[in-house]
Structure formats: C-alpha cells, structure tokens
Nanobody, 126 residues
Framework: QVQLVESGGGLVQAGGSLRLSCAAS????????MGWFCQAPGKEREFVAT????????YYADSVKDRFTMSRDNAKNTVSLEMSSLKTEDTAVYYC???????????????????WGQGTQVTVSS
C-alpha cells in the first residue's frame, strides 16, 4: 500500500493561489490513479480532481474547473494541485488519495480510493 504525505496548505486571501503537493512512497507510483478530495467542517468528503496513471487524463469537480489544475510527476512520485482564484468556500482540509493499483480508471468517488494522506488545511479569507 502506498504512503501519502500532503504539504502546501495555508492561509490565503480570496483570489489568491496555493500549490498543494503529495509525496508518495514506493517504486510503483505510476501504477496508481490519484485523486484530491476536500472536507469542510460538518460536511462530507468531496471530490476535487483525479488524474490517470500517465497523467494524460484529468477530471475536475465543476466547482473547481478552470481554477484548479492537477498534475503528477511519476519520476518524483508526486502529485500536485495548483489552486488559483481561491474562494472562501474552498476552505477545507485537502486530502491526497490513491486507488488500488489493479484499477486503471479515474474516479470521483472517495469509496474507490484505498490509500489516504493525513490532509493539509487550506483556509481562504475574505
């Protein structure tokens, strides 16, 4: 099972930008479909973005489309989430996740991800 560690969260004003990173352990990182999810207080965990094993295919939640960009570097075992034009409603804990390696399809369902990082807090102030 892959181990995931997120970084890059923080406090930013509305309209600003942040870059989240997720570092993965192991030598088979390119075998994993990866995703970003977020969870605000009192809310369920929500899908943000997902990326295919190669990085050629991405899919975003409507709420972040055209504002967030997910990418991966399989040589460095990392995935990133570039967040721009941030809104106060983007405030949440952001989690990096990996699907089991036998599954190649991207997914927006948290139930289809088996490995999770500890999360990084993103706070957007008005």
């Amino acid at each position: 099972q892959v181990q995931l560690v997120e970084s890059g969260g923080g406090l930013v004003q509305a309209g600003g930008s942040l870059r989240l990173s997720c570092a993965a352990s192991g030598r088979t990182f390119s075998s994993y479909v990866m995703g970003w999810f977020c969870q605000a207080p009192g809310k369920e965990r929500e899908f943000v973005a997902t990326i295919s094993r190669s990085g050629r295919v991405t899919y975003y939640a409507d709420s972040v489309k055209d504002r967030f960009t997910m990418s991966r570097d399989n040589a460095k075992n990392t995935v990133s989430l570039e967040m721009s034009s941030l809104k106060t409603e983007d405030t949440a804990v952001y989690y990096c996740a990996a699907r089991p390696p036998q599954y190649s399809a991207i997914s927006d369902s948290p139930n289809q991800y088996a490995s999770w990082g500890q999360g990084t807090q993103v706070t957007v102030s008005s």
